[in-house]
């Protein structure tokens, strides 16, 4: 059983960054042949695909983020990261990784809230 477990969220003001984390546990030999993706949902919206990394590490980006994010991953540590440069306000939301191809249960998440 995969469980996700997200953090690294937090209050920033605009302009400002943030670094998430995303483990994988449980998920063993999956996680390093598997493409991860990074979720986002902001109140009263649904989730979206923010970023994506294959298991080679070719990434695609939604085109709000593109040029301000950046994904990687450890396959050693099963864990998924998301680098968040020039953060604006509409960037507030929950973030969610899971599995884009196949996915698991959803960990909690972690909040990120950009203010102007």
């Known amino acids: 059983q995969v469980q996700f477990v997200e953090s690294g969220g937090g209050l920033v003001q605009s302009g400002g960054s943030l670094r998430l984390s995303c483990s994988a546990s449980g998920s063993g030999s999956i996680f390093s042949g598997s493409m991860m993706g990074w979720y986002r949902q902001a109140f009263g919206k649904q989730r979206e695909l923010v970023a994506r990394i294959g298991p080679g590490g070719t990434t695609t980006y939604e085109g709000s983020v593109e040029g301000r994010f950046t994904i990687s991953r450890d396959n050693a540590k099963n864990t998924a990261y998301l680098q968040m440069n020039s953060l604006k306000p509409e960037d507030t939301a929950v973030y969610y990784c899971?599995?884009?191809?196949?996915?698991?249960?959803w960990g909690q998440g972690t909040q990120v809230t950009v203010s102007s």
């Open positions: 899971n599995f884009p191809t196949f996915i698991r249960s």
